[in-house]
Every structure is written in structure tokens, then in C-alpha cells.
């Protein structure tokens, strides 16, 4: 946090960009192996602390606080890296008597709020939860975001506890104070956020792996060393069972050399002095433990080089190489046309085409002007600084305003487009499908005129290539984003240019407009007739989740009565997603997904039609959510023929909706139905997700195979009649690795809360065992003569009481705290209580 640290204190230099610093986000290099914070001697001993490592963080310079950051922390988490919430535990500010701090009770209840349960929330003291980078400087309290990997149990006490298990991967910090040269602590003029996660920690919870050195930053790392070292290979042992500490020399070299790789290319060289000296001390170890421990040949050392560069360079190069090099062929190619066009007339290339380039497909500006400079040409710098502020500005309104508003014609246009009689869109053709002859759909296809192009927030009559803008037609086959159904995709091409597409990338509707958002391929412009290509693949997979979508709303109602109210839903080409009031049981779950599969395997007619609203309302049990439906309004029925619906007495139990979407002509077109989550979102309402054809046999499929591995595991763990450590700890990691396979994959719903309920049985078993065979293995290392009574709860109770604190866990792990004056009275006092409990029961 240096180089931020000016923006903390108020005292960034007015002229400096940092002051305008709101929200960061940054990834960044960190050494620990010196000064106040230094884990040097923890590195290789455990699995999960190195001398270099990078640090991911948000930062917040007096914008938002704990709520905001703790809200993001827990979404990115839990929501986009899925990790299981229950393995998750937050520590917070105990507060501290002696400096007259107080609980961080704010951090405390807003973690309750988010959802973490009480018993994850742990207070911790200065040493643990109050942040302080150097003897003065901002501070402040802090909240810890702590990972089990083993799970399936209650892991508190193992929080802060040096367990290899349970792993802080996170930390934010809320700078509120400055601690001044006399120790006293002033309140900052703003307050900041810092946070700071380690990235191999979360690599290692990501990848399923109790151990940074198993996860990918480092196995090609430990299979370099095992080539010239001349040892056994690497199995992850660590403390006693490391017999001749051959792993953790292993561990040792790989993270002393990323450090000294790293450090090196940075200008830091080993020395004599300061953070050189402390680069000689990480060689000189390295070497150590290379030579004496591995075996490895002089020279090994500066060999693995090569593979550091690979994992932290070479692939982030071919990374972004990739994602380059199409850009470079599409933009060589528009170069291309545009100095055809201009066939040696001028030698300034239009300023509007190579910003576009740079803008929509990140060419770097000055690249581009080399690219031309080969040609004799150059670029228009007045006008490309014109239009990069102008982009600008654009950018902080649309910030300001909170919203994309750039092809969403705003009111003074669509005013103007009214005024200017611009007729508005007919979009009937949206609808005009039908099933061939081969059981494929037909789209019919659409040859319109344009009729406004909007363009930087204003109507234009032409636009230059490479832009983006809205486009509005006389009419369209493509579907706007409406009903909560996703919009078309596709392309047009403009008469007598065949082999240039426009790509269609949104599409919105505005005051009956349809606001086609297009980068242009070429020039376009009003009057301009062209021919429109939707994406019918995509279109077809939209049909199917909507005509999903209305089966399952009736699945539901049939299943937990008419009182379900839907609360929203959204269909899209990959899933369906839809929120209801209530929440479905496993056995709902199952039974539901069995009506919607007879249905599709019924292949009934889906009928649409328009129906005045007067008329709608005698269609007895239909249901509307709270929307203004056009007069006539389209009603969409499941099996029964639009006629049928107002006869009562003739008409069965079915699907019935007003919308507006676009739907299969049968329900078998469907294939499948697979709900592969379905989960509360806040009190009351429940979120489903689905996904159908190919994508629901997947999730079956993959459903089957985790729950034959499960029943594989259960069969081997029910046939170990005598255990021991070594297997329990693997069986244990087994289920751990075959947990986070149930929890992310795609699978149905249902089977994954059963073989969850299974996973935390195994759990719970595998944990005892290993409890019982640990405690076997101390009292035979401790305890020879068996003493029933060095129950480390008696212990650290009698320490801590002495210490004039308390303290409290189990009869092989306490903890507590107390008033240490002076740590050696404290430990001599520990060590004689023990040795007496021991004297008394000989
Ligand atoms: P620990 O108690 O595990 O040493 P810490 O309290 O020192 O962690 P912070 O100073 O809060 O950690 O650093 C923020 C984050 O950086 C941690 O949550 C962790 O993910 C990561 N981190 C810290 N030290 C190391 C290290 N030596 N090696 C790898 N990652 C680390
Ligand atoms: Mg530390």
C-alpha cells in the first residue's frame, strides 16, 4: 500500500493523477522476508506462506466502506468463485482496552447481515485484527476472511491457530486512523479501504488443493527441481513425517527461487544492506537446501529460471497474444479498405477509422501510426485528441448517470424522431417463423431501409467505419431485449457490399423504435437499403428456454398451489433463470422436473394468438404479473387451442401466458429440462436456474458420475476395518476434492443435495477417525505412560487464568487470552504447571 499511502493521509500531490483515485483494483508484488512483517522462517516448514507472493486488492480512497467492501468480498467469493459459504469463517476487531479502541460492532453486524452465521464470526485483538504497516502511518481495523479446506465441520476454533487447514485468504483493512509519532491514533480526514488477498492461497482453494505447492503456480516448478536433484520425488510431507526435510527443501527452492527471479528482474540484486541482504540471505538458502538437502548439482538453481519465467510470463504473453492477433486481422483488414479507398488521394488517414480501431479493437494508438507510417501515411492528431476527449466525457457521464446510455436513445432524440415523422419500427417479422419440411425452423429473412443512425449521443445522417451506433429501420426480424427474453444477435450487409457484415450486437426498443447497436463495418448511412441476418442459433436456443420457462412456471403452480407468485425471470441462449415465491424440498425439485419432462415428451402444440384484453380476462385461471400488456395482447397456451381456453369445462389444467416472447411450435422441440440450482435469494424468494438439450443430458450425465464416485467412496470407507492416518487423511482429501466437484458442477439440483447430505456424512466420519488416530498418535508421542489429565483445555485454562484472561476448546486444542507482561514469566509458568500434572499422576 506505499505508493497509496499519500491518498490516505490527504497529502497526494493535487497535480498528480493519484488524486483523482476513487476505486482501485491492482495486483501487486509482495516480499515478506524481512522488517515487520517477514515469514521467511515459515517458508517451506508450512505449505501456505511464501517470500513472494501477489497480492490482489480493491482499494477504496474515501469512497465506499465496510458495507460496500465487505458485500463485494463475500459476492466475489461466494457468487463468482462459488466457494462454499460454510466453509468461509470472518474474523473482526475485538477491540482493545489498553489503547481505548472499541469492538468493530459495525464490521460485526453487517458480516451477520450478509448472511455469515455467528458462529463463523470470530473477535480477534490488535495482533490479529488491527492493521499497522510501520511504527506510524494510516492504520485501522480489519476483517479477515478465513477458509476451512477440509469442511464438513465447525472449524472456529482452528481460526488464526497456525492450522495448514484453516487458511486466511483475505484481508480487509479500513483505514481510519493515523498512528502519529507519539503512539496516539488521530482519525483520518477520509476514510479508505485496503484489502489484500493472496493470490496462490485462492488459487489453492480454487483448484481444490490443501497446499499452495500443489496447485499450478508451482507443480511445474517441483517437477523441474526432481529433474536434477538427486532425491526422492516431492510427496507434500511436512513436520516430523518429512524424514530429512527433503519436501520442505523442495518447497524452500521453488518459492526462494520465484523470489529471487522475480526480485532480480525488478533491479534488486543480491548485497549487503537492506533488502539486498535479505535477496543474499534468500539465495544463499536456496542454495543450502539445493545442494545439501537435494542433491542437486551446481548450477540447478539458475536452471529452474526458465520454468518461473514460464508460469509468471510466458503464458500471460501468449495470453494476450491470442486475444491480440484476431484483432490484428480484422483491423489490418479495415486498414486496408480505407487506404484502397482513399487510393492515394490523401496521405491522412480519417481520424474517426483509427480511433474505432483503437477503441472497439485495442490497437494501441501509436502501433496504429506505425502501421501507417510503412504505408507513407500518418494520423490526424488533432482529431484523434478531439475525439479521445470527447470519448471521455461520454465516459464520465455514462459513469455518473450509472448506465450504458450510449444506444439507448435518450428523450430529446426520440423527441426529434417524432418530430421528423421517422416512422417507427415494424417488427412484426420477429414472429414470422415456421417449422420446414426437415423439422428445421425457417426465419423468415428482412430487407429494410435505415432510417436514423445515433451516433455519440446524437442522430447523424452517416457514419464512418469502424463505429459504434444505433441504428433504427423501417423494420426488422430482430428480437429487442423485452419479456425478460434476451435480444437477437446477427449481422446485416448493405446492398452492393456482399462481403462486409455489420455486426449486431443489442438490440433495444425505444418509444416503438428499434435501436439496432452496430459497429460499422464500413460506412453507413441514412437512406442506405440492407439486408438483416439474425442468429438463428441463437434465436432457436432463446425459443426454447422461453417455451421452458412457461412449463416450469406451471410445474410450479401445480406443485405448490396457486399461491407461487413468479418474481421475476430472464431467458437467455445457455439458461433460463426464474424467481418465485417459496423454495422447492429435493423431492419437489424431482417431482417438478418429472411433470416438465412429460410434458416435453407429450410434444404438445404450443398455441399462440392475439386476444383482445377485454376478452383475456374471461380465460379462466389465467395469471398476469404486474405489467402494462398492449391491446391485443398475445396469449401463449400449452396444448389447449386458444378457442378452448374461455370453455371451462373443456379446458384441462395447462400453461396459459400473456407474452410476448417467441416460443416453439411444440413442447418436445424442448428435449430436455435439467434445474441445476435453485436456491433462496432473499427471504421469501427463490431463484431456479435451467438449462435444456444437450446442456440437461450434460448435467445428467455428470450427475451420474459424481454420484457413482461418491458411492464408490462410501463402499471403500465402509470396508476399512482398521485405519490409520495416512489412508484417513487421503480418504478425507478425496471427499474434500469430490465436495467442490459437487458443489460447482452442473448438475440436477435434487442429486446434488443428496449427495451433499452424503459428502457431510463421509465428512463427519472421516473426521472422527482421523480425530480419534491424532490423539492416539500425541498421547504415544507425549503422553508413553497414558495420562487422562494433559487436556490442553486444563492447561490453557490454569495459563490464562493466571494471565488474568480465560480460555476454552477441547482436550488436544485450547486457546485463550490474557495480559502478557512479560512472556517468559508466562511460559515458565506454563511449562512448571504441566510438569507438576504430570509428577502428581506418576
Ligand atoms: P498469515 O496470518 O496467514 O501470515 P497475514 O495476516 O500475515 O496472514 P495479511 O498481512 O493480512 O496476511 O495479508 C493479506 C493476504 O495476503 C492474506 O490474507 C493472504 O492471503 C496473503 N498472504 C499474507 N502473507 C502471505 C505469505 N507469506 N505468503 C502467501 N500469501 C500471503
Ligand atoms: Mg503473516
Not at 492450522?163 to 484481508?171: C, G, L, R
Not at 485528441?385 to 436513445?409: C, I, P, V
Amino acid at each position: 500500500m506505499n505508493q497509496f499511502k499519500p491518498i490516505f493521509l490527504g497529502a497526494a500531490d493535487p497535480r498528480s493523477e493519484m488524486v483523482t483515485y476513487r476505486r482501485v483494483v491492482n495486483s501487486q508484488k509482495c516480499v515478506r522476508a524481512g522488517g515487520k512483517h517477514n515469514d521467511l522462517e515459515d517458508v517451506g516448514r508450512d505449505v501456505y506462506h511464501h517470500t513472494f507472493f501477489e497480492m490482489l486488492g480493491n482499494w477504496s480512497f474515501g469512497d465506499y466502506f465496510k458495507e460496500e467492501a465487505c458485500g463485494m468480498a463475500w459476492r466475489l467469493l461466494t457468487e463468482e468463485y462459488r466457494i462454499p459459504p460454510e466453509r468461509l469463517y470472518v474474523s473482526y476487531f475485538a477491540g482493545d482496552a489498553i489503547s481505548g479502541l472499541p469492538a468493530d460492532e459495525e464490521t460485526r453486524h453487517i458480516w451477520l447481515s450478509i448472511g455469515v452465521p455467528a458462529d463463523h464470526l470470530l473477535p480477534f485483538g490488535m495482533r490479529d485484527n488491527f492493521w499497522e504497516m510501520g511504527e506510524t502511518g494510516p492504520c485501522g481495523p480489519c476483517t479477515e476472511i478465513h477458509y476451512d479446506h477440509i469442511g464438513g465441520r465447525n472449524a472456529a476454533l482452528l481460526v488464526n491457530a497456525d492450522s495448514p487447514d484453516v487458511v486466511e485468504i483475505w484481508n480487509l483493512v479500513f483505514m481510519q486512523y493515523n498512528r502519529e509519532a507519539d503512539h496516539s491514533l488521530r482519525s483520518l480526514p477520509h476514510f479508505s479501504v485496503d484489502t489484500g488477498m493472496g493470490l496462490e492461497r485462492l488459487v489453492s482453494v480454487l483448484q481444490g488443493q490443501r497446499s499452495n505447492y500443489d496447485t499450478d503456480l508451482f507443480t511445474p516448478l517441483l517437477s523441474a527441481i526432481q529433474q536434477c536433484a538427486n532425491c526422492p520425488k516431492y510427496r507434500g510431507r511436512t513436520g516430523e513425517a518429512d524424514v530429512g526435510k527433503v519436501d520442505m527443501a523442495y518447497r524452500v527452492v521453488a518459492d526462494h527461487v520465484r523470489t529471487l527471479s522475480v526480485c532480480i528482474a525488478d533491479g534488486v540484486y543480491p548485497g549487503m544492506s537492506g533488502a539486498e541482504l535479505v535477496l543474499r540471505r534468500i539465495l544463499r538458502r536456496a542454495v543450502r537446501f539445493s545442494s545439501e538437502v537435494l542433491q542437486a548439482p551446481e548450477g540447478s538453481l539458475a536452471g529452474l529460471v526458465p520454468t518461473v519465467a514460464h508460469i509468471l510470463i510466458m503464458d500471460v504473453i501468449n495470453e494476450n497474444e491470442a486475444q491480440f492477433l484476431s484483432s490484428l486481422k480484422q483491423g489490418r483488414r479495415v486498414i486496408d479498405r480505407t487506404l484502397q479507398r482513399l487510393e492515394g488521394s490523401n496521405s491522412v488517414f480519417p481520424a474517426p477509422v483509427a480511433w474505432s480501431l483503437h477503441r472497439n479493437l485495442g490497437f494501441p494508438l501509436d502501433l496504429i501510426g506505425l502501421m501507417l507510417e510503412e504505408k507513407g501515411m500518418c494520423i490526424d492528431q488533432q482529431s484523434i485528441d478531439e475525439l479521445a476527449s470527447a470519448n471521455e466525457k461520454l465516459k464520465r457521464q455514462t459513469q455518473s448517470s450509472g448506465r450504458e446510455t450510449l444506444f439507448h436513445l435518450d428523450l430529446h432524440t426520440l423527441a426529434q424522431l417524432q418530430a421528423d415523422k421517422v416512422p417507427q419500427t415494424d417488427d412484426f417479422l420477429k414472429y414470422h417463423y415456421s417449422l420446414g419440411p426437415d423439422d428445421k425452423y425457417v426465419f423468415q429473412p428482412c430487407h429494410a431501409t435505415v432510417q436514423a443512425l445515433y451516433c455519440g449521443q446524437a442522430l447523424v445522417s452517416e457514419v464512418a467505419e469502424g463505429q459504434r451506433c444505433g441504428v433504427v429501420l423501417d423494420r426488422t426480424c430482430f428480437y429487442a431485449e423485452q419479456g425478460g427474453q434476451s435480444h437477437d444477435q446477427g449481422y446485416f450487409i448493405k446492398d452492393g457490399l456482399q462481403d462486409v457484415m455489420y455486426p449486431v450486437e443489442a438490440v433495444h426498443l425505444a418509444g416503438g423504435y428499434v435501436v439496432h447497436q452496430v459497429t460499422t463495418a464500413d460506412v453507413l448511412t441514412k437512406g442506405d437499403q440492407v439486408q438483416l441476418y439474425v442468429d438463428e442459433a441463437q434465436r432457436l436456443a432463446c425459443m426454447v428456454k422461453h417455451t421452458a420457462t412457461h412449463i416450469l412456471n406451471f410445474a410450479l403452480r401445480q406443485h405448490l398451489g396457486p399461491s407461487v407468485e413468479q418474481r421475476g425471470s430472464h431467458v437467455a441462449a445457455d439458461r433460463l433463470r426464474f424467481d418465485f415465491s417459496g423454495s422447492l424440498s429435493t423431492t419437489q425439485l424431482q417431482e417438478i422436473e418429472k411433470s416438465i419432462r412429460n410434458i416435453i415428451t407429450e410434444d404438445s402444440a404450443v398455441y399462440i394468438e392475439e386476444v383482445s384484453l377485454a376478452r383475456v380476462k374471461d380465460i379462466p385461471g389465467l395469471r398476469t404479473v404486474e405489467e402494462v400488456y398492449p391491446d391485443p395482447v398475445r396469449v401463449v397456451s400449452v396444448a389447449v387451442p386458444i378457442s378452448d381456453l374461455f370453455v371451462s369445462q373443456t379446458v384441462r389444467p395447462t400453461s396459459v401466458e400473456l407474452c410476448c416472447g417467441t416460443h416453439l411450435r411444440r413442447t418436445g422441440e424442448i428435449g430436455d429440462l435439467v434445474i441445476v440450482s435453485e436456491r433462496q435469494m432473499v427471504k421469501g424468494i427463490s431463484r431456479i436456474i435451467a438449462v435444456t438439450g444437450d446442456d440437461a443430458r450434460q448435467a445428467q450425465e455428470a450427475g451420474q458420475a459424481l454420484a457413482q464416485e461418491v458411492e464408490s467412496l462410501m463402499a471403500r470407507l465402509a470396508a476399512v476395518t482398521s485405519p490409520c492416518l495416512a489412508s484417513t487423511y487421503r480418504l478425507a482429501k478425496e471427499v474434500g476434492v469430490l465436495t467442490d466437484a459437487v458443489d460447482c458442477t452442473p448438475i440436477p439440483q435434487w442429486q446434488r443435495r443428496e449427495l451433499q447430505t452424503h459428502l457431510k456424512s463421509l465428512q463427519r466420519t472421516t473426521n472422527t477417525i482421523i480425530r480419534k488416530l491424532e490423539t492416539k498418535e500425541v498421547n504415544k508421542t507425549h503422553n508413553p505412560v497414558g495420562l487422562s489429565a494433559l487436556s490442553a483445555n486444563d492447561w490453557a485454562l490454569a495459563v490464562c487464568a493466571y494471565l488474568g484472561g480465560n480460555a476454552g476448546g477441547s482436550s488436544t486444542v485450547a486457546k485463550g487470552t490474557g495480559n502478557v507482561a512479560d512472556l517468559a514469566v508466562a511460559i515458565r509458568y506454563a511449562e512448571t504447571f504441566a510438569k507438576d500434572k504430570i509428577q502428581h499422576q506418576c
